[in-house]
């Protein structure tokens, strides 16, 4: 016979169990794969990371893990390092591509850090394996991790050079069934034109893939643009900084841009 210590236990976890279900039936989308910029990590800053915005982009995290939603997250490394400019400093492309790759994942474990801060459980697998920082990308252990609830950060890309984390992000989203790729920017969707020069622009409330390709829309790199039409996968884009958006996406708000096949 189990002790009521033991039986609490159960009990609890049972209740918890329950009120994560009850929480995900009002949310739109149950796993998402969420892609941030290394740029936007720095803020005010000029390089590096702006530790204010971490942790603001860890509360929002939070708030939708606390909300049931399975996530995973793929980060660029703009911020430190651009393998497209290696060419430009004399470095070989290749090599240049591995150093972003790093730059990746130096970005991903301070995510991590900033998340753990909050009491957030997570997982840094990457593209390429280094076992002493994180675990290798392996796609079934990457989903049981989001079925236990923790939050899965994807670095070093796809693994291989001249890939973006734009691609990684399309890749890895299909691999693990992701509902719908989130590309988390410092605007509020897709325009006609770059609303910070054009204050004619206008938002796109809904798009589909094939109008995207006729109107030259800049959304992600078109290899993985086209990886998500290929696959049915659809893409918001909406403003990662403004409070709250990110929960209100996920519930089906009218929030951002939405791009899908129809």
């Known amino acids: 016979m189990l002790n009521l210590p033991v039986l609490n236990l159960l009990k609890n976890q ?13 949310m739109k989308y149950k796993r998402i794969l969420l892609k941030l910029s290394g740029e936007a990590l720095m803020g005010s800053k000029g390089y590096g990371i702006d530790t204010e915005v971490l942790t603001n982009y860890a509360k929002e995290v939070k708030k939708v893990i606390e909300a049931g939603v399975e996530v995973a997250i793929v980060i660029g490394g ?42 957030v459980d997570t997982r840094l697998l990457s593209g390429i394996r280094m076992e002493q920082v994180c675990e290798p990308f392996i796609r ?8 236990k609830g ?18 990684a992000a399309s890749l890895r989203a299909i691999e693990i069934e992701a509902d719908v790729v989130l590309k988390g920017t410092r605007v509020d969707g ?22 995207v390709y006729e109107k030259g829309l800049q959304i992600m790199d078109m290899t993985a643009f086209t990886l998500c039409k290929e696959n049915s996968l659809p893409i918001i884009v909406f403003d ?3 409070e709250g958006n990110l929960l209100k996406v996920l519930k089906g708000e009218d ?3 939405l791009v899908t096949v129809n």
């Open 140 to 147: 079934r252990r990457a989903v049981r991790h989001l079925e």
């Open 190 to 211: 897709i325009y006609t034109a770059d609303p910070e020069k054009d204050p004619t622009a206008t938002r796109f409330a809904k798009v589909n893939f094939d109008e």
């Open 255 to 257: 929030v951002g841009t």
């Open 14 to 26: 049972r209740t918890c169990y329950i009120c994560r279900i009850n929480l995900l039936e009002k």
């Open 150 to 167: 923790r939050v899965v950060i994807l670095g070093a890309g796809t693994g291989n050079p001249y890939f973006t984390t734009d691609t």
């Open 78 to 119: 703009g911020n430190i390092y651009r393998g497209i400019e290696a060419a430009a400093t004399g470095i070989d492309r290749v090599q240049g591509d591995h150093m972003g790759m790093l730059a990746t994942v130096i970005n991903s474990m301070a995510l991590q850090s900033a998340l753990e801060n909050i009491e």
């Open 240 to 242: 990662m900084n403004k």
